[in-house]
């Protein structure tokens, strides 16, 4: 087949007539893009970091549900500990004041036998510095022996035995004799005092 002399050559691409012609790409790439369709935004992190993250999540979750409860352990033991102690206190303390108690039960014909010795001024000489020794150790643990002629009477401090009159000018009713001492421990009567009352006139 002769090639006629008139046609032209033309190079592959731009052929005016006949034959397939290769596609022409734009220089701007954005131009293919479809701009009716949504485009995401952009996913920062790797995927491995991306399926971390709620792995971590969880983790910090049972973290602070966990020191939550540790929390309330701790609170709850301190109080347990609380109350304990308040308790073994108070328990020693009692135990504390029945064994002094029962001293003091033990010494109250000493108490007695002071008092009547005082009643008849005879308390002088080696006598007295064992009674000065005695009255401290009382007042070292709160004892105190109580119990006068004009005192009003209380009947929670006082076991009234007798009417008794009482000379003077009196509203209430007040102590006119004494036949025994009262003993009081802080707040606890060891032993009420028995006395003779008169009445108010």
Do not use: C, W
């Not at 701007?28 to 479809?34: F, V």
């Amino acid at each position: 087949m002769t090639q006629n002399p008139n046609d032209e050559f033309v190079p592959d691409g731009q052929a005016g007539g006949d034959g397939p012609e290769e596609p022409i790409i734009p220089d701007d790439a954005s131009q293919l893009i479809d701009l009716d369709s949504p485009v995401d935004a952009p996913v920062e992190g790797t995927a491995e970091e991306r399926l971390a993250e709620p792995a971590a999540s969880a983790r910090e979750e049972d973290l602070e549900a966990a020191l939550a409860e540790r929390t309330a352990d701790l609170q709850r033991l301190h109080a347990e500990y609380v109350n304990y102690k308040k308790r073994v206190d108070r328990d020693r303390d009692v135990a504390r004041l029945k064994g002094v108690e029962s001293v003091v039960n033990d010494l109250l014909p000493v108490v007695d036998a002071i008092e009547a010795a005082r009643q008849h001024d005879q308390v002088d000489g080696g006598f007295k510095l064992v009674v000065e020794a005695l009255q401290k150790v009382f007042g070292k643990h709160g004892l105190v022996v109580y119990g006068e002629v004009g005192e009003e009477f209380d009947p929670h401090l006082h076991e009234a035995l007798m009417q008794v009159p009482l000379e003077g000018d009196h509203t209430t009713t007040v102590i006119s004799a004494v036949m025994q001492k009262g003993i009081q421990m802080g707040d606890r009567i060891v032993r009420p005092a028995r006395v003779g009352v008169a009445d108010p006139n």
